[in-house]
Every structure is written in structure tokens, then in C-alpha cells.
């Protein structure tokens, strides 16, 4: 029994222990982590390759040189909806807006008419003085040829310029098209992401905090009975005084057979005196007849012999008939035993009693509990059909996409065509340019000054077409720059996109709530979107979804009016718990005042004489009268006598002394085993008494403690979720930085790359034209010069050589002739 008590405290101790380091830890809970969703498409990359080149910077430059003021954003707008400015000041302010490129286009009209003009200024008014031919005409020559070699080289690099930027932006055009698509499918990744995170970080975090608290509302037995039942334990020593109890209930048990095994030697002990005090009578009756048998000479002599002495003079009535004696013997101590075994088990299943008082509101806590699961899946349903709307727009956006890429694509194609068309032209006129120098350096002057001719006419008639697709080209880089790229360049402000697109007409939407069919919770400017998500913070708060799912206030326990409710209703009532009955505390009191036996009296008892007159000596008495007595007859009967006595003294006598000296030593035994039990017992009732007292006053007390403890431990997970949930949902779940790579990858690929190799083609294209022009005009200078040195050999030829004087220098008509044919 005690071995079975200390493997029970043993197991209380050590459910304690579990209790209190589950208690120590719980507050730093790891809660799970969500799964991350699928991948993007794409990725971050830095936007380097030819971005650094410097000649870069120096063509914004020139585009904002002719565009230095912002757009007006209304004006764009109505461009771009194809709606055509009828009234006069929008139209003015579109003059306004692009007087720059006005201005730009007479220039390039003058330009362009300049070549035109002065060929047909030299072909009806060009005369040539036949005296300038012998002044360095050749050095001359060699000069113009060399300038002309120089600008073939320079056309060259141009035309090779040409072809490469204009492949380079086809590959960066198709890579941008293709980024359009995979960014608008990663913002449906995103979004389903971010749902997906917020979700699974409200609903798994609680479903983990759900699992816990189910576990501590299913050991509460553990967690709460067992600290309850060690708290009384310390406070009163009930672990001590059961097992005390139990000890002296086991005592008082051996102590009642003890007493049962002494009357019953007792009684024992009583039938042979009553035996052997017949047979002592007897040995009376023959004394008596002896004495009167005795003859007359040897009277005197038998006269001494007195057999009043002979008889039993212990008596042990009052030990054998001991009320107290009788009582423990008769005692149920079964029934002690059993009642002191149920106070125990009182106490011992204490924690069993209040699993089962409290299984109703453990119950109700948890369906509770369940109920607010529902209320947090209605939320998070609600934030699922929002990424539902925004899926179906982004693929509603996607078609759009797909349509506009072909138009893109096509677009593209004729982008490239004029690029290709404009650099076979301005190859094909440096070929011919190319052809006319060659004639130069060959001394034919007739073909070189007619291909140049042919060259200068043919560039004059293609000028319109290069001049035309330059300024077209311009005008698209400068306009692009101005529409798109810097909305998309305008980090980290994103100012000049929120004016595009963030339009609060009537309804006061900005872009995303219009986008959301026109769902006033993500009425957040645009700008403020990009900008934080530039620094890569949660989407929860930079598009306001507290509107949506308010995670504050759905974690908010004192919000769970229920639940709390439930919770102060979740109560320990251990009054009724009972160490000492009434029925088991008067047992104790009875067996108490039973053991009060006067140990002293009965063995002074059992000490005392067994009979009046020692057998023995009697007998040496009777021995030393038959050896004085003269008359055989009488000498034998009295030795008879004598040997009967002694024959009794042995068989009786002798063997009740040995049981007197028994029952002596059982009693001494019994008194020694009794006055401590006594000490115990009394000790036990009075520490029952007082464990009694201390639950019916503070056990109530200390149940509520623990029951607040307990109740402590469920609150704080509750508190630990709430805390967990707004930290991820406002810090780490849902992170919009992919919002930002998209548009900053687009950006790149449109406005970093494309752009700047349209700015190149263009700028190798101005070169181009401008390096032909001024190959024209230097092949101009050189055609005069071929022609001067052909009139002048044709004179020398013919001996007509005139010096001096003005005019024409032409005398006779066969010089005409030949002057005529020169041209």
C-alpha cells in the first residue's frame, strides 16, 4: 500500500513538472510557417549592359531640351482615348506642348531644301573661270577626295549603327512583349501568393493555437488537477497524514488480532485453572480423609497437614471480560480500512473529479472556439473572393495584352522595315558615293562628276523619305519617353504614373478601385502602392485590406464576448471535498479511547501468586511428615498423596505458570505497541481535523488560483495568435516587391533598352543623313573642280587659251560646243 501511495505522488510530481515547463514555454510558441506559393516569372535583375553608356544621357537630354515641361495629363489622356481636340484652347495647348518638335520640323525642312536649291542654283547660273584652273586645282581636288573618303568612313560606321541598334530594339521590343504577359501572370501568381500566405497564416496559425488549447483543455487533469492536488498537498501535508493514516489503520488491524490472540490465551488459561482447581480440590478431599484415617499415635503429626492453602487464587475475569479489550477485538477494522482507503481516494482522484465537473464547460470552450474558426473563414473567404475578382481582371487584362502584343508585333515589323528601308537607302548612296570617289581617284573625271551629279540629284529626291522617317523616329523616341517611360521611370515618388492612371472623377476611385470593380477598399493612389512596395513591405497595408479582413479586429479577444464569457464561467469547485468524515472521524475517536487500556492493573494480575500456599513446599512438608510417621500403612498413604501432588504440581501447575508468564509478556508487548498507535491516532485525528478545516476555508482560495493560471495559459495563446498574426500580416506575409520588379523590368526592357537603342538608330541615322549632306556638298565642290580641270585640258588641247579680261572666258563657238557637253 505505501509502495502504491509514493508511485502515485511520484506520478503527480511529474505531471507537475511537464505542467510548469509547458507553462515557462508556451509564450514562445513557433507557429508555422506558411508554405510560399508559386514562383514568378520575373526575377530582379539590374538593368546594366549598354544603360551606363554615357551618349545615353546626353539624348534624354535632347529630348527634354525639346519637351521640357511635363505633359498637361488631361491632354495625354484625351490622346490616348483617340478623342480628337475640337476647341481652341486644347488645341493651342497642344501647340504648346509641342512647339519644340514644330520648330524642329522647319529646321529639317530648311535642311532638307538646302541641297535642292543649290543644284539648281548651280546647274542655270554656274560659270567657271578657266584662269582659277592653274591655281592649285589638284591640291584642291586631293582635298575634297580625302573629305570625301573621311565621310564614306564616317556614313559606314553609321549604316553598321543603324543595322545593329535596329536589331537590338527588335530583340528588346519582343522581350518587352513577352515581359508584359509573364508580369501580368506573375500578378496573378501574386496575388493568388498573397492570398494564399494571409490565409494560410490566419487559419493554420489558429488551427495551431486551436491544437494547443484542445491539448490543455484534454490534460486538464494534468495541468489543473494535479497542481491543485499538490498545492493542498504542500499546504497541509494530506500525502503525509493519509499515509499515516493508513499505517496506524493497519496497526489498529494487527493490534485487534494481537488482542484477539490474547483472550483467546486467555481463555485458554482460564480452562485449565478451572481444571486444575478440581483437581486441587481433590487433592483437599484426600488431605481431609487422610487426616481422619490417621491413627491416634500419629495424630498430632497429620494434624499439621492444612490443605486450605491448596486452591487457585489468580483470577483474570476483568482482563478476559476488558470492555476496551473486547471492543478492539470485536472492531471492524475492514470497514476502517475501507473508509480511510475512500478519503483517500477522495483525495487522490481529485483531478479525475474535476475533469469530470468541468467536461460541460471544457466542451463549450472548444465548440466556441470553433465558432470563431467559422467567423475567421468568413473573412478569409471574403479576401478569396477579392483575389478571385482581381484574378479575372488580371485575365481579362491578359487578353487585352495578347491583342495589343500583335498589334505590337506588327507595329514593330514596319518599325523595323523603315529602319531596314532607311539603311539599304543610305546604303545604297554611299555605294554610289563610293563609286564617284573611285571615278575621282581614277582621273576620269567625266564619270566621277557625273555619278557625283547623279549622287547629289538622287540624295536631293530621298532626302524628303530620310528627313521624314528621322523626325518620325524622334518624334516617337521623345513622345514614348514622355507617355510611358517617364511614368515608369518616376521612382521612387511614381508621381507622374498616379497622375496618369489615379483619375478621382465623380466617383472619387483612384486606378485600383476602379480596377476592382470599383471596390472603395482599395481606393489607395497608385503612387502609394509602388512606393512601399518599392521597400518591400506586406500588400495587407499598402492597399488597405484591414477593410477587407480587419485582422485586428478579428483576433481582438475581448471582441469574443462569448468565449470570454464561457471562459469566467470555467470554475473549480472542490468545497465539497472530504478528508475526514463524521462516520470515519468517530471510528477514530472510539478506537482512541479503547486504546486508553490500564495495562498496569492487568499485569499486576498475571504477576500475582497462582495459588494460596505453594504446591511444592506442600509437597516437601508432606514428604518430611511421612518420614516422622511410625505406621507403614499410613506412611504410604501419605506418600501417595505426596506423589499426587507433585504429580500435579508438573502436569497442571507447572504449564499455567508458563502461560501466566505468557500472557505477561503478550500484555507487555501489547502495552508497548499501544501507546505509540495512540500518539498516531491521535496525531492523525487532529491533523485530519485540521486538513479538514484548511480545505473547507482555503481550498477554495487556492483551486481559484490555479483555475486563474490555467485560465492564464488559454488566454495567452489566444494573445500570442493576435500578436503573431498582425506581426506577419504586417511585416512578413504577402510582400509586394514583385509589384515593383515587374513594372521596373518592363521599364527596363521599354524604356532603358528599347528606348535608348531607338535614341541610338536615330542618332546613327542624323549622322548618316547629315554625313551624306555634307558629302554632298563637298562632292558638289569636287564635280566644279573635275569639270574646271576638264574645260581646261579640252582648252589647252585646242590652243585657245585667253588671258585676262572678265566675262566667260569662252570666245569661239567650238568651245561652247565642247562646254555644253560637259554638262
Avoid at 475533469?355 to 474558426?373: F, G, S
Wanted: charged content about 20%; proline content about 2%; aromatic content about 8%.
Amino acid at each position: 500500500m505505501i509502495k502504491m501511495k509514493l508511485s502515485h505522488w511520484l506520478l503527480i510530481g511529474a505531471f507537475f513538472i511537464v505542467h510548469h515547463q509547458s507553462v515557462c514555454t508556451h509564450g514562445a510558441i513557433q507557429f508555422p510557417v506558411p508554405k510560399k506559393g508559386d514562383n514568378y516569372i520575373v526575377q530582379p535583375e539590374e538593368c546594366n549592359g549598354t544603360v551606363a553608356f554615357p551618349v545615353f544621357s546626353f539624348l534624354k537630354y535632347i529630348l527634354s531640351f525639346l519637351q521640357p515641361n511635363e505633359g498637361p495629363i488631361e491632354l495625354i489622356q484625351l490622346i490616348l482615348s483617340r478623342t480628337i481636340p475640337t476647341d481652341t484652347s486644347t488645341i493651342l495647348r497642344l501647340v504648346h506642348l509641342e512647339i519644340g518638335y514644330i520648330i524642329l520640323g522647319v529646321a529639317i525642312l530648311v535642311v532638307m531644301l538646302m541641297l535642292p536649291c543649290i543644284l539648281l542654283t548651280q546647274a542655270c547660273c554656274g560659270e567657271y573661270d578657266l584662269t582659277e584652273y592653274e591655281k592649285g586645282s589638284r591640291m584642291c581636288k586631293r582635298s575634297l577626295v580625302f573629305v570625301l573618303q573621311m565621310m564614306l568612313i564616317c556614313v559606314l560606321v553609321t549604316i553598321v549603327g543603324m543595322v545593329s541598334t535596329n536589331e537590338e530594339m527588335s530583340t528588346h521590343l519582343r522581350r518587352a512583349s513577352h515581359m508584359s504577359k509573364s508580369a501580368l501572370e506573375d500578378m496573378s501568381t501574386f496575388v493568388n501568393n498573397a492570398q494564399l500566405e494571409i490565409s494560410a497564416v490566419i487559419m493554420d496559425s489558429y488551427d495551431f493555437v486551436f491544437t494547443h488549447i484542445d491539448d490543455q483543455l484534454e490534460h486538464v487533469e494534468n495541468l489543473l488537477g494535479a497542481p491543485i492536488q499538490k498545492e493542498i498537498a504542500k499546504e497541509t501535508g494530506i500525502d503525509v497524514a493519509l499515509v499515516s493514516l493508513t499505517e496506524v489503520t493497519l496497526e489498529i488491524k494487527k493490534l485487534a488480532e494481537r488482542i484477539g490472540s490474547l483472550l483467546g490465551d486467555c481463555a485458554i488459561f482460564k480452562d485449565k485453572i478451572i481444571e486444575t482447581e478440581q483437581k486441587l480440590q481433590d487433592v483437599r478431599s484426600q488431605i481431609l480423609l487422610f487426616k481422619k484415617q490417621c491413627p491416634d499415635k500419629e495424630r498430632i503429626l497429620c494434624e499439621t497437614i492444612e490443605g486450605d492453602g491448596l486452591e487457585i487464587v489468580l483470577k483474570i475475569d476483568k482482563i478476559y471480560k476488558d470492555a476496551k479489550f473486547l471492543t478492539l477485538k470485536e472492531w471492524d477494522t475492514d470497514l476502517l480500512i475501507l473508509d480511510v482507503h475512500k478519503i483517500r481516494n477522495e483525495f487522490v482522484n481529485l483531478p479525475l473529479k474535476i475533469v469530470k465537473d468541468t467536461r460541460e464547460k471544457r466542451a463549450d470552450i472548444k465548440h466556441e472556439l470553433i465558432v470563431q474558426r467559422r467567423m475567421l473563414e468568413d473573412a478569409v473567404s471574403a479576401a478569396k473572393n477579392l483575389a478571385k475578382d482581381l484574378t479575372q481582371r488580371i485575365f481579362l487584362s491578359q487578353r487585352k495584352v495578347e491583342n495589343y502584343s500583335e498589334l505590337f508585333d506588327k507595329a514593330d515589323f514596319w518599325r523595323w522595315t523603315v529602319g531596314i528601308g532607311c539603311t539599304l537607302l543610305v546604303l545604297l548612296l554611299w555605294i554610289i558615293l563610293t563609286i564617284g570617289v573611285c571615278y575621282s581617284c581614277c582621273a576620269d573625271g567625266y564619270t566621277a562628276s557625273s555619278i557625283l551629279t547623279f549622287y547629289m540629284i538622287l540624295l536631293s529626291l530621298c532626302s524628303p523619305f530620310l528627313w521624314g522617317a528621322l523626325f518620325a523616329l524622334f518624334s516617337i523616341a521623345g513622345h514614348t519617353d514622355l507617355v510611358l517611360c517617364t511614368p515608369l521611370t518616376s521612382a521612387p515618388e511614381y508621381r507622374v504614373i498616379s497622375k496618369f492612371v489615379d483619375d478621382t472623377g465623380s466617383n472619387g476611385n483612384y486606378f485600383l478601385s476602379s480596377y476592382v470593380y470599383n471596390n472603395r477598399s482599395f481606393n489607395v493612389p497608385l503612387r502609394d502602392v509602388l512606393n512601399e512596395c518599392s521597400k518591400d513591405k506586406p500588400i495587407y497595408d499598402v492597399v488597405n485590406l484591414n477593410s477587407i479582413i480587419n485582422v485586428d479586429k478579428l483576433t481582438d479577444q475581448t471582441k469574443w464576448a462569448r468565449l470570454n464569457l464561457i471562459i469566467d464561467e470555467f470554475q473549480v469547485n472542490i468545497s465539497n471535498l472530504q478528508i475526514s468524515t463524521p462516520h470515519l472521524n468517530n471510528q477514530l475517536v472510539a478506537i482512541s479511547v479503547n486504546l486508553n487500556i490500564d495495562f498496569t492493573q492487568h499485569r499486576a494480575l498475571l504477576t500475582a501468586e497462582l495459588t494460596r500456599k505453594h504446591v511444592d513446599s506442600f509437597a516437601d512438608q508432606l514428604e518430611n511428615i511421612s518420614n516422622q510417621i511410625k505406621d507403614l500403612s499410613t506412611v504410604a498413604r501419605l506418600e501417595t498423596l505426596t506423589t499426587r501432588i507433585k504429580r500435579l504440581s508438573v502436569s497442571h501447575l507447572e504449564p499455567l505458570e508458563k502461560m501466566k508468564e505468557n500472557l505477561v509478556f503478550q500484555m507487555t508487548a501489547l502495552e508497548l505497541s499501544t501507546m505509540p498507535l495512540l500518539r498516531q491516532l491521535n496525531q492523525s485525528i487532529s491533523h485530519l481535523k485540521t486538513i479538514q478545516y484548511f480545505v473547507q476555508e482555503h481550498a477554495t482560495s487556492i483551486a481559484t488560483n490555479k483555475r486563474d493560471a490555467f485560465v492564464t495559459i488559454l488566454n495567452e495563446y489566444i494573445f500570442e495568435y493576435r500578436k503573431h498574426i498582425n506581426s506577419a500580416i504586417k511585416t512578413s506575409v504577402g510582400k509586394c516587391k514583385q509589384i515593383v520588379t515587374n513594372v521596373q523590368r518592363i521599364s527596363c526592357l521599354l524604356c532603358t533598352l528599347s528606348l535608348n537603342m531607338l535614341n541610338m538608330f536615330w542618332l546613327f541615322m542624323f549622322l548618316a543623313v547629315v554625313s551624306l549632306y555634307v558629302s554632298a556638298f563637298v562632292g558638289n565642290s569636287l564635280v566644279v573642280c573635275l569639270k574646271r580641270q576638264l574645260l581646261g585640258s579640252l582648252t589647252i588641247n585646242n590652243g585657245h587659251v585667253l588671258h585676262g579680261g572678265g566675262g566667260s572666258g569662252w570666245n569661239t563657238p567650238r568651245i561652247s560646243e565642247e562646254r555644253s557637253q560637259v554638262w
